[in-house]
């Protein structure tokens, strides 16, 4: 069992739960970060630490929680939580004060009942069609254990340090919304992001899993890495995530820590 380093130089609060995980795995990613240590709170009690009191302890926030979501609504499932007046005011305030935030992978669905929280991470993932930045948009499409190549689009960023120009990865991907215009690319997957290569989430929720009978959905984004100025906070997001060989990849793993170490820097936070 792992110590409880207190005196790490790098302290991660780690928000986790709302999407299915093997959470032995998932903290070895973080187990080999030399001077890192990472504190895993589940959703809700990670939304209570999420303001600049709660968080003062702690250098980063890791997003890999997918808060806001009920899958046990009986009706347009998921439904969708609004996040109250104390997390809204909370998380911006801890924006406004220039917090270093990753998130990865499923975190891209997190909130959808909050705009803000799409527009902070530079993107969404929609269980269920319904308006996004005042146009209506079809639900994202989802695919397991794909095999692809990742190319570095911005060799001369820091996250990207000591990352091949391509590696294989075997993940799931997303044909997801993204906010091109508004970040700035790391990563992307070699791979086509057409509407015949994915499957429907609400087709998933109707129990309909791996179909995309009826669903329409244009043509996608495939950056899979990327980073922002969330008002004053540096943030990267990485899409690869779903399990444990990728956890295991110490490429992915490379970048995770890349990612880490940037959004806590004075040069991410200038």
């Given at each position: ?192 992001f057409v ?23 244009e043509d ?51």
């Amino acid at each position: 069992m792992p110590t409880i380093a207190y005196h790490a130089p790098l302290k991660l609060l780690v928000a986790v739960r709302g999407h299915p995980f093997d959470r032995t795995a998932f903290d070895a990613l973080f187990q080999g970060m030399a001077g890192i240590t990472a504190t895993m709170v589940d959703q809700p009690a990670a939304a209570q630490l999420m303001n600049p009191e709660g968080m003062a302890p702690y250098d980063a926030l890791v997003l890999y929680d997918m808060p806001g979501l009920d899958f046990d609504a009986t009706a347009d499932k998921p439904g969708y939580v609004d996040p109250g007046h104390a997390l809204r005011r909370g998380f911006c305030a801890l924006l406004e004060q220039g917090k270093g935030i990753v998130a990865l992978h499923h975190a891209l669905a997190g909130w959808p009942a909050w705009p803000a929280y799409a527009e902070a991470l530079g993107g969404a993932f929609l269980y269920r069609p319904g308006p996004l930045r005042g146009i209506a948009r079809p639900d994202s499409g989802y695919r397991h254990a794909v095999d692809y190549t990742a190319e570095v689009v911005a060799p001369a960023h820091p996250v990207m340090a000591g990352i091949p120009a391509q590696f294989p990865m075997t993940d799931e991907l997303y044909l997801a919304e993204i906010f091109e215009s508004d970040v700035t690319p790391l990563l992307r997957a070699r791979h086509d992001f057409v509407r015949d290569g994915f499957y429907s989430s609400t087709a998933a929720m109707e129990g309909r899993m791996f179909s995309n009978d009826g669903w329409a959905h244009e043509d996608g984004s495939p950056l899979i890495g990327w980073t922002r100025r969330a008002v004053n906070s540096p943030l990267v997001y990485l899409q690869p995530g779903d399990d444990q060989k990728t956890y295991d990849n110490p490429v992915y793993r490379r970048l995770i820590e890349n990612a880490i170490r940037w959004v806590v820097s004075p040069e991410a936070r200038a």
